[in-house]
């Protein structure tokens, strides 16, 4: 079992649709948990990171952890096409960070 | 914000060559330097993680002797992929983090080449 497991999709939605990305790990010793969006050929970028249980909101983007099940959620409301990438969930504990596998978006126009 | 500046973006190189890629922090120490390999489609590939005036800590798997990781200072890390071969190429990125722990920040990346 992957110590963090990712739906790779590809997962295609129209504008203005709710997105949700999901990422189950295993490791409870996990502190801090982030979503990257990486569009093609560049590095990731840190869209949101949250070290506790419960929901952060930051614009269209609501980042949800319930650490009582090991399951963490990035929700994006009316979804564009330039969200069309993709997302990647990262957990850290102190300097061991590791990676889901990464969902492909499309948001179709 | 923290910004990271990775250099060079690409690199095309012929067998047998060495490639050295940077990778810097510009505004903020980076105590702590991981370095990834993202083959198309794929996920990052944890190489190894390198902390301030240490040895590099490399994940299973990776060729330490191949793979060179110098943090000598708190605002650079490099990686130098030695005697490289076409299975070499790939996305190769660095991200950086101070001693706010998940306050990762990620370099643009580098597309290596091997010919």
């Known amino acids: 079992q992957k110590e963090v497991e990712q739906d790779p999709g590809p997962l295609s939605v129209p504008e203005g649709a709710i997105v949700s990305l999901n990422c189950t790990y295993s490791?409870?010793?996990?502190?801090?948990f982030m979503w990257y969006r990486q569009y093609s050929r560049k590095g990731p970028e840190l869209l949101m990171y949250t070290y506790s249980s419960g929901n952060k909101e930051d614009g269209r983007f609501t980042a949800q952890v319930d650490k009582s099940s090991k399951y963490i959620s990035l929700f994006i409301r009316d979804s564009q096409p330039s969200d069309s990438a993709t997302y990647l969930c990262?957990?850290?504990?102190?300097?061991?960070?590791?990676f889901g596998a990464g969902t492909r978006l499309t948001v179709k126009p | 914000g923290a910004v990271v500046s990775q250099h060079p973006s690409w690199v095309i190189c012929k067998s047998g060559t060495s490639v050295k890629i940077e990778c810097r922090s510009l505004?903020?120490?980076?105590?702590?330097m991981f370095w990834y390999r993202q083959f198309p489609k794929q996920s990052l590939m944890l190489m190894a993680t390198s902390n301030e005036g240490s040895k590099a800590t490399y994940e299973q798997g990776v060729e330490k002797d191949k793979f060179l990781i110098n943090h000598a200072s708190l605002t650079l890390s490099t990686l130098t992929v030695t005697s490289a071969h076409p299975e070499d190429s790939s996305f190769y990125i660095c991200?950086?983090?101070?001693?706010?722990?998940?306050?990762?920040?990620f370099g643009s990346g580098t597309r290596l080449t091997v010919v």
């Open positions: 505004d903020f120490q980076a105590t702590t």
């Open positions: 490791n409870s010793a996990f502190q801090y």
């Open positions: 991200s950086a983090g101070g001693t706010d722990r998940y306050g990762y920040t």
């Open positions: 990262a957990m850290v504990n102190n300097n061991d960070m590791r």
